[in-house]
Protein backbone atom coordinates (compact mmCIF):
# COMPACT_ATOMS: atom_id res chain seq x y z
CA UNK A 1 0.00 0.00 0.00
CA UNK A 2 1.36 2.95 -1.09
CA UNK A 3 2.12 5.91 1.83
CA UNK A 4 0.39 8.97 1.75
CA UNK A 5 1.96 12.76 1.56
CA UNK A 6 1.67 12.83 5.35
CA UNK A 7 3.33 9.97 5.99
CA UNK A 8 5.67 10.62 3.55
CA UNK A 9 7.17 13.40 4.68
CA UNK A 10 7.35 12.42 8.55
CA UNK A 11 9.20 9.54 7.19
CA UNK A 12 11.67 11.86 5.04
CA UNK A 13 11.71 14.10 7.65
CA UNK A 14 12.60 11.55 10.22
CA UNK A 15 16.13 10.43 8.62
CA UNK A 16 17.75 7.12 9.62
CA UNK A 17 14.68 5.38 11.63
CA UNK A 18 16.39 4.76 15.74
CA UNK A 19 16.18 1.81 17.33
CA UNK A 20 12.56 2.21 18.00
CA UNK A 21 9.52 3.64 16.47
CA UNK A 22 5.91 4.32 18.00
CA UNK A 23 3.42 5.17 15.26
CA UNK A 24 0.18 7.05 16.75
CA UNK A 25 -3.05 7.03 14.23
CA UNK A 26 -1.57 5.45 11.50
CA UNK A 27 -4.77 5.63 9.26
CA UNK A 28 -4.28 2.59 6.81
CA UNK A 29 -1.46 0.78 8.63
CA UNK A 30 0.91 1.99 5.41
CA UNK A 31 3.20 3.74 7.83
CA UNK A 32 3.67 0.69 10.03
CA UNK A 33 4.83 -1.80 7.29
CA UNK A 34 7.07 1.37 5.87
CA UNK A 35 8.74 1.38 9.27
CA UNK A 36 9.02 -2.29 9.56
CA UNK A 37 10.16 -2.51 6.27
CA UNK A 38 13.53 -0.28 7.11
CA UNK A 39 14.14 -3.05 9.89
CA UNK A 40 13.38 -0.92 13.17
CA UNK A 41 11.33 -1.81 15.68
CA UNK A 42 7.62 -0.51 15.42
CA UNK A 43 4.47 -0.37 17.63
CA UNK A 44 1.10 1.30 16.55
CA UNK A 45 -1.27 2.57 18.97
CA UNK A 46 -4.39 4.03 17.18
CA UNK A 47 -7.83 5.53 19.03
CA UNK A 48 -10.10 4.36 16.19
CA UNK A 49 -10.84 0.47 16.06
CA UNK A 50 -11.63 0.88 11.90
CA UNK A 51 -7.92 2.05 11.92
CA UNK A 52 -6.37 -0.11 14.54
CA UNK A 53 -7.76 -3.16 11.79
CA UNK A 54 -5.29 -2.16 9.79
CA UNK A 55 -2.05 -2.86 11.51
CA UNK A 56 -0.36 -6.28 11.87
CA UNK A 57 -1.20 -7.83 15.14
CA UNK A 58 2.46 -8.28 16.37
CA UNK A 59 3.20 -4.41 15.84
CA UNK A 60 0.12 -2.94 18.41
CA UNK A 61 1.24 -1.68 21.28
CA UNK A 62 -0.01 -3.67 24.39
CA UNK A 63 1.51 -2.02 27.16
CA UNK A 64 2.60 1.21 27.91
CA UNK A 65 4.37 3.82 25.17
CA UNK A 66 7.02 4.88 28.88
CA UNK A 67 7.10 0.29 28.77
CA UNK A 68 7.85 0.62 25.10
CA UNK A 69 10.08 3.53 25.17
CA UNK A 70 10.36 4.65 21.83
CA UNK A 71 13.05 6.88 20.21
CA UNK A 72 11.43 8.48 17.61
CA UNK A 73 7.51 9.24 17.40
CA UNK A 74 5.23 9.78 14.12
CA UNK A 75 1.98 11.01 14.96
CA UNK A 76 -0.87 11.53 13.07
CA UNK A 77 -2.16 15.16 13.91
CA UNK A 78 -5.63 15.35 15.08
CA UNK A 79 -7.51 18.17 14.02
CA UNK A 80 -8.77 19.63 17.85
CA UNK A 81 -6.32 21.16 19.75
CA UNK A 82 -7.98 19.30 22.79
CA UNK A 83 -7.13 15.94 21.10
CA UNK A 84 -3.60 17.49 20.51
CA UNK A 85 -3.16 18.93 23.93
CA UNK A 86 -4.39 15.05 25.34
CA UNK A 87 -2.05 13.28 23.36
CA UNK A 88 0.86 15.51 23.42
CA UNK A 89 0.39 16.25 27.28
CA UNK A 90 0.41 12.10 27.09
CA UNK A 91 3.59 11.66 25.08
CA UNK A 92 5.85 14.18 27.00
CA UNK A 93 4.78 12.08 30.78
CA UNK A 94 5.62 8.69 29.35
CA UNK A 95 8.33 9.08 26.50
CA UNK A 96 12.29 8.84 27.45
CA UNK A 97 13.98 12.42 27.25
CA UNK A 98 15.91 11.92 24.11
CA UNK A 99 12.61 11.11 21.89
CA UNK A 100 11.81 12.97 19.22
CA UNK A 101 8.05 13.57 17.95
CA UNK A 102 7.22 14.02 14.42
CA UNK A 103 3.62 14.97 13.84
CA UNK A 104 2.53 15.55 10.42
CA UNK A 105 -1.03 16.68 8.77
CA UNK A 106 -2.46 18.03 5.68
CA UNK A 107 -1.76 22.40 6.11
CA UNK A 108 -5.38 23.43 5.33
CA UNK A 109 -6.58 21.67 8.38
CA UNK A 110 -3.20 23.09 10.82
CA UNK A 111 -2.96 26.08 12.67
CA UNK A 112 -0.46 28.50 14.53
CA UNK A 113 -2.41 27.12 17.74
CA UNK A 114 -1.00 23.80 17.62
CA UNK A 115 2.47 24.85 17.60
CA UNK A 116 1.57 26.86 21.06
CA UNK A 117 -0.34 23.58 22.21
CA UNK A 118 2.81 21.15 21.42
CA UNK A 119 5.21 23.84 23.35
CA UNK A 120 3.93 23.49 26.30
CA UNK A 121 4.63 19.90 26.32
CA UNK A 122 7.70 20.15 24.60
CA UNK A 123 11.08 23.02 25.06
CA UNK A 124 11.95 23.01 21.25
CA UNK A 125 8.98 22.97 18.65
CA UNK A 126 9.33 23.65 15.12
CA UNK A 127 7.69 23.15 11.44
CA UNK A 128 8.98 21.94 8.38
CA UNK A 129 8.45 23.16 4.86
CA UNK A 130 5.48 22.40 3.34
CA UNK A 131 5.22 19.82 0.39
CA UNK A 132 2.20 18.25 -1.34
CA UNK A 133 -0.26 19.96 0.57
CA UNK A 134 1.05 18.83 3.92
CA UNK A 135 3.41 19.76 7.07
CA UNK A 136 5.09 18.19 9.77
CA UNK A 137 5.68 19.82 13.13
CA UNK A 138 9.12 18.44 15.09
CA UNK A 139 9.19 18.28 19.07
CA UNK A 140 11.68 16.90 21.45
CA UNK A 141 13.32 17.87 24.64
CA UNK A 142 9.51 16.83 26.58
CA UNK A 143 8.54 18.50 29.54
CA UNK A 144 6.62 15.89 32.09
CA UNK A 145 4.02 17.63 34.16
CA UNK A 146 0.19 17.42 35.22
CA UNK A 147 -2.58 16.29 32.49
CA UNK A 148 -5.41 18.24 31.89
CA UNK A 149 -7.10 15.59 30.45
CA UNK A 150 -10.15 14.51 31.14
CA UNK A 151 -11.93 17.40 32.02
CA UNK A 152 -15.46 17.13 34.30
CA UNK A 153 -18.27 19.23 34.04
CA UNK A 154 -21.58 19.20 35.40
CA UNK A 155 -24.76 20.15 33.24
CA UNK A 156 -27.25 21.09 35.04
CA UNK A 157 -29.66 21.01 31.71
CA UNK A 158 -29.63 17.11 32.29
CA UNK A 159 -28.67 16.90 35.67
CA UNK A 160 -25.35 14.62 34.79
CA UNK A 161 -22.11 15.13 34.90
CA UNK A 162 -19.80 14.74 32.23
CA UNK A 163 -15.97 13.18 31.53
CA UNK A 164 -14.25 13.62 28.60
CA UNK A 165 -11.18 13.11 26.92
CA UNK A 166 -9.78 15.48 24.72
CA UNK A 167 -10.42 13.93 20.98
CA UNK A 168 -14.09 13.31 22.12
CA UNK A 169 -16.89 14.59 20.34
CA UNK A 170 -18.07 17.95 22.23
CA UNK A 171 -15.42 16.86 24.73
CA UNK A 172 -17.46 17.31 28.29
CA UNK A 173 -20.00 19.89 26.87
CA UNK A 174 -23.79 19.39 26.27
CA UNK A 175 -24.09 19.80 22.36
CA UNK A 176 -27.18 20.25 21.57
CA UNK A 177 -28.33 17.21 19.67
CA UNK A 178 -27.64 15.23 22.53
CA UNK A 179 -29.20 17.75 24.43
CA UNK A 180 -32.47 17.25 21.89
CA UNK A 181 -32.39 13.42 22.52
CA UNK A 182 -32.22 13.34 26.15
CA UNK A 183 -34.89 15.84 26.59
CA UNK A 184 -36.51 14.04 24.53
CA UNK A 185 -36.14 10.80 25.91
CA UNK A 186 -37.06 12.53 29.57
CA UNK A 187 -40.50 13.50 28.11
CA UNK A 188 -41.31 10.33 25.94
CA UNK A 189 -39.05 7.02 27.51
CA UNK A 190 -38.57 8.04 31.01
CA UNK A 191 -40.31 6.59 34.22
CA UNK A 192 -43.40 7.96 35.71
CA UNK A 193 -42.46 10.27 38.20
CA UNK A 194 -42.63 8.66 41.73
CA UNK A 195 -42.54 5.31 40.27
CA UNK A 196 -40.60 2.55 41.67
CA UNK A 197 -37.37 2.09 39.83
CA UNK A 198 -37.34 -0.94 38.14
CA UNK A 199 -34.87 -2.61 35.31
CA UNK A 200 -36.44 -1.55 31.73
CA UNK A 201 -34.27 -3.75 29.49
CA UNK A 202 -31.20 -3.67 27.69
CA UNK A 203 -29.92 -0.62 25.85
CA UNK A 204 -27.51 0.76 23.70
CA UNK A 205 -25.74 3.87 23.53
CA UNK A 206 -23.76 3.57 19.82
CA UNK A 207 -21.27 6.05 18.89
CA UNK A 208 -21.68 6.76 22.94
CA UNK A 209 -18.80 9.79 22.77
CA UNK A 210 -18.32 10.94 26.71
CA UNK A 211 -21.49 8.60 27.27
CA UNK A 212 -23.75 10.94 28.36
CA UNK A 213 -26.77 9.02 26.61
CA UNK A 214 -25.72 5.43 27.93
CA UNK A 215 -25.22 7.34 31.80
CA UNK A 216 -28.95 8.49 31.26
CA UNK A 217 -30.62 5.53 30.37
CA UNK A 218 -28.58 3.96 33.09
CA UNK A 219 -30.05 6.02 35.49
CA UNK A 220 -33.42 5.37 34.81
CA UNK A 221 -33.01 1.87 35.24
CA UNK A 222 -31.59 0.29 31.90
CA UNK A 223 -29.09 -2.28 31.34
CA UNK A 224 -27.02 -0.25 29.36
CA UNK A 225 -24.11 -1.02 26.64
CA UNK A 226 -22.22 2.02 25.37
CA UNK A 227 -20.45 1.37 21.86
CA UNK A 228 -17.80 3.41 20.04
CA UNK A 229 -15.11 3.32 17.92
CA UNK A 230 -12.76 4.79 20.40
CA UNK A 231 -10.59 4.35 22.69
CA UNK A 232 -10.58 7.22 23.88
CA UNK A 233 -14.63 7.88 24.24
CA UNK A 234 -14.69 4.39 26.05
CA UNK A 235 -12.14 5.83 28.39
CA UNK A 236 -14.58 8.64 28.77
CA UNK A 237 -17.95 6.73 29.11
CA UNK A 238 -16.57 4.58 31.83
CA UNK A 239 -15.26 7.83 33.76
CA UNK A 240 -18.63 9.28 33.35
CA UNK A 241 -20.72 6.35 34.21
CA UNK A 242 -18.66 6.27 37.34
CA UNK A 243 -19.06 10.28 38.05
CA UNK A 244 -23.21 10.26 37.68
CA UNK A 245 -23.27 6.64 40.16
CA UNK A 246 -24.11 4.35 37.04
CA UNK A 247 -23.03 1.29 36.17
CA UNK A 248 -22.33 0.75 31.87
CA UNK A 249 -20.72 -2.03 30.17
CA UNK A 250 -18.34 -0.63 27.32
CA UNK A 251 -18.42 -2.16 23.63
CA UNK A 252 -14.86 -1.11 21.34
CA UNK A 253 -16.50 -1.84 17.51
CA UNK A 254 -17.83 -0.89 14.49
CA UNK A 255 -21.24 -0.20 14.99
CA UNK A 256 -22.99 -3.30 15.31
CA UNK A 257 -20.38 -5.42 14.20
CA UNK A 258 -20.75 -8.67 16.03
CA UNK A 259 -23.83 -7.73 18.13
CA UNK A 260 -25.89 -10.81 18.27
CA UNK A 261 -29.37 -10.61 16.91
CA UNK A 262 -32.56 -9.44 18.81
CA UNK A 263 -29.64 -8.33 22.44
CA UNK A 264 -31.76 -4.95 22.58
CA UNK A 265 -34.87 -3.59 23.60
CA UNK A 266 -33.78 0.41 22.75
CA UNK A 267 -30.90 1.75 20.88
CA UNK A 268 -30.39 5.52 21.18
CA UNK A 269 -27.52 7.60 19.50
CA UNK A 270 -26.29 10.56 18.11
CA UNK A 271 -24.47 9.22 15.10
CA UNK A 272 -21.13 10.91 13.66
CA UNK A 273 -21.39 12.08 10.31
CA UNK A 274 -17.83 12.65 10.16
CA UNK A 275 -14.81 10.66 10.30
CA UNK A 276 -11.64 12.93 10.75
CA UNK A 277 -12.05 16.05 8.41
CA UNK A 278 -14.42 14.68 5.79
CA UNK A 279 -17.97 14.03 5.90
CA UNK A 280 -18.82 10.73 6.31
CA UNK A 281 -22.52 8.97 6.57
CA UNK A 282 -21.56 5.78 5.79
CA UNK A 283 -21.30 4.48 9.10
CA UNK A 284 -24.28 5.78 10.08
CA UNK A 285 -26.19 4.25 7.01
CA UNK A 286 -24.86 0.92 8.23
CA UNK A 287 -26.18 1.31 11.74
CA UNK A 288 -29.58 1.82 10.36
CA UNK A 289 -29.53 -1.51 8.10
CA UNK A 290 -28.07 -3.55 11.09
CA UNK A 291 -30.26 -1.84 13.57
CA UNK A 292 -33.18 -4.24 13.10
CA UNK A 293 -31.53 -7.53 13.65
CA UNK A 294 -30.18 -6.12 17.00
CA UNK A 295 -33.14 -5.20 18.18
CA UNK A 296 -35.86 -7.34 19.64
CA UNK A 297 -39.15 -7.57 18.33
CA UNK A 298 -41.40 -4.06 19.76
CA UNK A 299 -37.76 -2.61 20.30
CA UNK A 300 -37.32 0.95 19.21
CA UNK A 301 -34.15 2.84 17.48
CA UNK A 302 -34.06 6.49 18.58
CA UNK A 303 -31.62 8.62 16.40
CA UNK A 304 -31.12 12.68 16.75
CA UNK A 305 -29.71 13.87 13.65
CA UNK A 306 -29.07 17.30 12.03
CA UNK A 307 -31.90 17.99 9.60
CA UNK A 308 -30.30 17.50 6.13
CA UNK A 309 -29.51 14.45 6.39
CA UNK A 310 -31.75 11.93 4.68
CA UNK A 311 -32.37 9.18 7.33
CA UNK A 312 -35.99 9.23 7.34
CA UNK A 313 -36.17 7.16 4.66
CA UNK A 314 -33.59 4.57 5.73
CA UNK A 315 -34.97 4.11 8.94
CA UNK A 316 -38.21 3.42 7.62
CA UNK A 317 -37.17 1.25 4.99
CA UNK A 318 -34.70 -0.62 6.94
CA UNK A 319 -36.42 -0.43 10.70
CA UNK A 320 -39.82 0.00 10.90
CA UNK A 321 -42.64 3.15 11.50
CA UNK A 322 -40.38 5.54 12.32
CA UNK A 323 -42.01 9.22 13.72
CA UNK A 324 -40.43 12.38 14.47
CA UNK A 325 -40.39 12.81 18.12
CA UNK A 326 -38.56 16.38 18.48
CA UNK A 327 -37.70 18.71 16.00
CA UNK A 328 -35.62 22.22 16.33
CA UNK A 329 -34.17 24.58 13.86
CA UNK A 330 -31.37 22.17 13.48
CA UNK A 331 -32.14 18.95 14.42
CA UNK A 332 -34.79 15.96 14.40
CA UNK A 333 -35.05 13.16 17.05
CA UNK A 334 -36.63 9.97 15.47
CA UNK A 335 -38.32 6.94 17.46
CA UNK A 336 -38.43 3.75 15.11
CA UNK A 337 -40.13 0.13 15.88
CA UNK A 338 -38.86 -2.94 15.21
CA UNK A 339 -42.87 -4.43 14.99
CA UNK A 340 -43.29 -7.74 17.22
CA UNK A 341 -43.55 -10.83 15.08
CA UNK A 342 -46.63 -12.77 14.94
Known amino acids: MPLDPVSTLMLEEAGSLPGRVLVVDDPDGALVRAVADTGAQVRAWNDDVREENG ?15 PDLVLWRLPRSLGALEDYAQTLANELPAHARVLAGGRI ?29 LRASSPLPGPQRWPQRRYLPEVGLTAVAHGAVFATNRLDPGTHLLLRTLARVASEPEGSIRQ ?15 AAWLASVGWVTTATDVSRQALLSAQLTAHANHTEVALRRADGLAG ?39 GGELWLVF ?34 PTG
Open 55 to 69: VPLEARLTGSIADWA
Open 108 to 136: KHMTPGQNTVLGRSFADVSASLGRQKSRV
Open 199 to 213: TRGTALDLGCGSGLI
Open 259 to 297: VAPDSFDLIASNPPFHRGAAKDSAPAFAMIAAAKTVLRP
Open 306 to 339: NSHLPYLPALRRHVGPTNIEAQDRSFIVTRSLKE
